[in-house]
């Protein structure tokens, strides 16, 4: 990370590496719907440690589930001190990514195949968190509608 993503105080900015994911979890979601993908939400960004100017940051992104035209993408960053090559978890993240078709409206996405322990427990992870987002949207709009 350089100067110019650097924040008032002199560590890196948070809205950039919110930016970064937003990006890496856009390019899982095209990898794996084949198709040009939206961001419809972005929620859960935790920010366990700061980011130096400086450091090496890695940005992983995984399809956690796939619906019927939405996909949930985990992301999870990760800094280094290139001098010392101490590794720290510096933020997570889950996005909602929904696919579009060459007019722009939602397309369906192919099933996500879930082979291994950790993509199962990923995958039953963002089923309850999708429960909540969809709940929580429903009681709103009733809310709001009342
Ligand atoms: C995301 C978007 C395509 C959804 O369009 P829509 O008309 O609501 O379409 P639908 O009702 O068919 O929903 C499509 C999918 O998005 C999901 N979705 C819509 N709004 C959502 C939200 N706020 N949070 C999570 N998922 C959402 C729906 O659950 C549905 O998923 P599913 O098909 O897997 O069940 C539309 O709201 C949009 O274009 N938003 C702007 C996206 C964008 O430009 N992002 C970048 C910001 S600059």
Redesign the pocket.
């Known amino acids: 990370m350089g100067i110019g993503d650097a924040n008032l105080g002199g560590n890196v900015h948070g809205g950039v590496i919110m930016h970064l994911c937003d990006e890496v979890a856009g390019i899982a979601a095209v990898r794996h719907s084949g198709r040009q993908a ?4 972005m929620d859960r960004m935790t920010f366990l440690h700061p980011v130096f100017i400086g450091q090496l940051l890695t940005v992983r992104a995984t399809v956690n589930a796939a ?4 996909m949930e993408v985990g992301v999870r960053v990760e800094s280094e001190d290139i001098r010392s090559g101490e590794i720290v978890h510096t933020c997570s993240a889950y996005l ?1 990514m ?1 696919a ?1 078709d060459d007019d722009g409206r ?1 397309v369906l996405v192919p099933p996500l195949v879930v082979a291994t322990p950790d993509e199962e427990r990923r995958e039953r992870e963002a089923q309850t968190r999708r429960r909540n ?2 709940a929580e ?1 429903e009681e709103l709009q009733r809310d709001r509608s009342a």
């Not at 939206?38 to 939400?41: E, F, P, Q």
């Not at 619906?67 to 939405?70: A, D, K, L, V």
Request: glycine residues 0%; charged residues 20%.
């Open positions: 939206v961001t419809a939400a619906w019927r035209t939405s909602t929904v579009l939602p987002r969809l949207r």
